[in-house]
T-cell receptor
Framework: GAVVSQHPSRVICKSGTSVKIECRSL??????MFWYRQFPKQSLMLMAT?????????EQGVEKDKFLINHASLTLSTLTVTSAHPEDSSFYIC?????????????FGPGTRLTVL | QKEVEQDPGPLSVPEGAIVSLNCTYS??????FMWYRQYSRKGPELLMY????GNKEDGRFTAQVDKSSKYISLFIRDSQPSDSATYLC??????????FGTGTSLTVIP
């Protein structure tokens, strides 16, 4: 149980285009989903926290107009990188917290590698 | 100062060795402590979770938390080549925002 999927697993796009990444909890409902970014040999950095049906909370330094997050249902959250630039190239990972978490665990997706040319 | 410090390694050990992985932290409010394993180009997988201080054992893995020293450890006994991965520590004060270490790259040589 507690499987989280992400789509696509890898995307290459041209500078200036927008890219949408989907995060789904497959066998549980997630009231909260988190979006992280991981650069090579660096730690996971939390970008934003999204709760179903409400606006996402962004971490300091993360542009909310550039990284649009939609948590439309209890099993789906999307991250759209708008007008992507080469510096946005990174590994984006989502995680989901079950609605009935025994503790504040998060289950991670497999990640999406974004390369902006 | 970073919230969480973790030696990135790399760490290379022979099969069957005992592996010790460590993290230090600065925020005394942290009370949730996790260890994740991350294979290359994959998302992190939860290995161990500990609340507050103490030890926790699960098979070949033992997690220790010393809040007085702000120091946590993960021990892997009888290490296997399949244990080769990056190990991330993570901590949280409230259980909402997780702070991750940079990860330690481990290679277990057959």
């Amino acid at each position: 149980g507690a499987v989280v999927s992400q789509h696509p697993s890898r995307v290459i796009c041209k500078s200036g285009t927008s890219v949408k990444i989907e995060c789904r909890s497959l066998d549980f409902q997630a009231t909260t989903m988190f979006w992280y970014r991981q650069f090579p040999k660096q730690s996971l950095m939390l970008m934003a926290t999204s709760n179903e049906g409400s606006k996402a909370t962004y971490e300091q330094g993360v542009e909310k107009d550039k990284f649009l997050i939609n948590h439309a249902s209890l099993t789906l959250s999307t991250l759209t990188v708008t007008s992507a630039h080469p510096e946005d190239s990174s590994f984006y990972i989502c995680s989901a917290r079950p609605a009935r978490a025994t503790y504040n665990e998060q289950f991670f997706g497999p990640g999406t590698r974004l390369t902006v040319l | 100062q970073k919230e969480v410090e973790q030696d990135p390694g790399p760490l290379s050990v022979p099969e069957g060795a005992i592996v010790s992985l460590n993290c230090t932290y600065s925020n005394s409010a942290f009370q949730y402590f996790m260890w994740y394993r991350q294979y290359s180009r994959k998302g992190p997988e939860l290995l161990m979770y500990t609340y507050s201080s103490g030890n926790k054992e699960d098979g070949r893995f033992t997690a220790q938390v010393d809040k007085s020293s702000k120091y946590i450890s993960l021990f892997i006994r009888d290490s296997q080549p399949s244990d080769s991965a990056t190990y991330l520590c993570a901590m949280s004060a409230t259980g909402n925002q997780f702070y991750f270490g940079t990860g330690t790259s481990l290679t277990v040589i057959p």
